[in-house]
T-cell receptor
Framework: DTGVSQNPRHKITKRGQNVTFRCDPI?????LYWYRQTLGQGPEFLTY????????KSRLLSDRFSAERPKGSFSTLEIQRTEQGDSAMYLC?????????????FGPGTRLTVL | GDSVTQMEGPVTLSEEAFLTINCTYT??????LFWYVQYPGEGLQLLLK?????DKGSNKGFEATYRKETTSFHLEKGSVQVSDSAVYFC????????????FGKGTKLSVKP
C-alpha cells in the first residue's frame, strides 16, 4: 500500500474564492471519508463514500461544500465562496469493507487558509 | 449525542515514566473504540482499537481496555520514550461497520529525556 495521498498539502486563498482538494485513497479501498480538523480540536466527520456513492453527509457540510468520487477511485472536495471560518485542515481517510470494524487510514491532510 | 471526552493536555513526562491518558465516551449501542496518534508533521495513525467490552487493544507498548461499566478506554504505557511525543486522539465508531469516527479533542504528550 502506498498510503492515502492528498493534494495540495497547503492552500491559501482569499475569501470568496473557490477551492478544490483531491484525495487518492489506498488502492482497492471501498470507503473514503472526509474530515475537518480545526486547531486544538479532533477531526470532525464531513462525509463518506462507499465506492462512488455518497452515503452520508454531516450537518457541517453546508451547501457551499460538495464532494465527489467519480468511478469510485479518487475524490474531490470543493468549497465555493470560501469564508474565513473554512480555514482548517481537511483530512481524507480510506478503508476496506472487509470486516465489521474497518480501520481508517488517514492522509496527511490539506491545510486551508482563507484570508 | 455520541461524544468522546479525553483529558486536557499538554502532558509532560520524563523518559521511562508511566503514562495514562484518560478517555470516556457517551454513545448509544455498542461502539468500537480507537486510539489514534499524530506525530509532528505526520498524518493520523491508528495506534490500537477494541471492538467489544473487556477487549484490550495493544500496540508498541501501549494498551487500552474497553470498560463498558465505566464507559472508558484509558490509554496506558509503562515506560514512555522521547519518540512517543505526539498528539493522541481517542475516538469511537458511531455505527459499527459504517465507521464514521467521533474524536476527542486530543492530548498532546511531550516526553523529555
Amino acid at each position: 500500500d502506498t498510503g492515502v495521498s492528498q493534494n495540495p498539502r497547503h492552500k491559501i486563498t482569499k475569501r470568496g474564492q473557490n477551492v478544490t482538494f483531491r484525495c487518492d485513497p489506498i488502492s482497492e479501498h471501498n470507503r473514503l471519508y472526509w474530515y475537518r480538523q480545526t486547531l486544538g480540536q479532533g477531526p470532525e466527520f464531513l462525509t463518506y463514500f462507499q465506492n462512488e456513492a455518497q452515503l452520508e453527509k454531516s450537518r457541517l457540510l453546508s451547501d457551499r461544500f460538495s464532494a465527489e468520487r467519480p468511478k469510485g477511485s479518487f475524490s474531490t472536495l470543493e468549497i465555493q465562496r470560501t469564508e474565513q471560518g473554512d480555514s482548517a485542515m481537511y483530512l481524507c481517510a480510506s478503508s476496506r469493507l472487509a470486516e465489521v470494524t474497518d480501520t481508517q487510514y488517514f492522509g496527511p491532510g490539506t491545510r486551508l487558509t482563507v484570508l | 449525542g455520541d461524544s468522546v471526552t479525553q483529558m486536557e493536555g499538554p502532558v509532560t513526562l520524563s523518559e521511562e515514566a508511566f503514562l495514562t491518558i484518560n478517555c470516556t465516551y457517551t454513545a448509544t449501542g455498542y461502539p468500537s473504540l480507537f486510539w489514534y496518534v499524530q506525530y509532528p508533521g505526520e498524518g493520523l495513525q491508528l495506534l490500537l482499537k477494541a471492538t467489544k467490552a473487556d477487549d484490550k487493544g495493544s500496540n508498541k507498548g501501549f494498551e487500552a481496555t474497553y470498560r463498558k461499566e465505566t464507559t472508558s478506554f484509558h490509554l496506558e504505557k509503562g515506560s514512555v520514550q522521547v519518540s512517543d511525543s505526539a498528539v493522541y486522539f481517542c475516538a469511537l465508531s458511531k455505527w459499527g461497520s459504517q465507521g464514521n469516527l467521533i474524536f476527542g479533542k486530543g492530548t498532546k504528550l511531550s516526553v523529555k529525556p
